[in-house]
C-alpha cells in the first residue's frame, strides 16, 4: 500500500505555513505583507461619471529579493454592493539595495508597465518606466502610484493615470484595512 501523504517532487517546495524570512532587501517594504481589502473613489475624464469601487490587493514572497503583487477590484452600485469585476493585474516588484523598487505590473486587458520608484518610511512611489500595450489595449502612457501605510492596519493607495490622450492626472484612491 502506497503513502497516503504524497510528498512533493521538489523537495525544497514550501507549503503556505511554512513562508520564509523575508530576504533583508525586503525591509523598506515588509508592512505591506499580507492581504488589504477596502474601498475607494475613481474618476477619469473619458468616463461619465465617478465611481466607487472595492479593492482587494495581496503582497507576498518567497524568501528572495522580490514582493509579489496582485490586485482585484470590483465596481460597486450606491448601496455598496459589488455589481461586477474591474481591474485585476499581478507582478513583482524588486527590491534594490538602496531602497530602489523596480515594478512589473500586468493587466489582462493588455497592458504591461514597468515602473520604477522608492520605498522607505512607509511609503512606495511608483513611476513608470515604460508602457507594453497588446495591439487591442486601451492607451496607456504613464501612471503613478502611492502605496502609504498610515499606521500598520490602514493602507493609502492612490494611482495617476495617463491614457488615451489625457495627461497625467488622479484616478483612483482607496483606504484598505489589513485584511485576514
Known sequence: ????????????????DQAPEPHALLAPVTGLLGTWVGRGRGEYPTLAEEFAYAQE???SHDGRPFLHY???????DADGNPLRPS?????????????????????PTGIAEISVGRAGDG???????????????KEVDA??????LADEDTL?????????GQPLQHHLSARLRRGD
Open 1 to 16: 500500500m502506497s503513502d497516503p501523504v504524497r510528498k512533493h517532487p521538489y523537495p525544497d517546495a514550501l507549503r503556505a
Open 57 to 59: 490587493v495581496t503582497f
Open 70 to 76: 496582485e490586485a482585484r477590484a470590483w465596481l460597486l
Open 87 to 107: 481591474a485585476r493585474e499581478s507582478g513583482w516588484w524588486r527590491l534594490q539595495p538602496d531602497g530602489r523598487v523596480e515594478a512589473l505590473i500586468t493587466q
Open 123 to 137: 511609503t512606495v512611489d511608483l513611476t513608470t518606466h515604460q508602457v507594453a500595450l497588446a495591439p487591442t489595449a
Open 143 to 148: 501612471t503613478h502610484r502611492r502605496y502609504t
Open 156 to 164: 493609502d493607495f492612490v494611482h495617476d493615470l495617463a491614457a488615451v
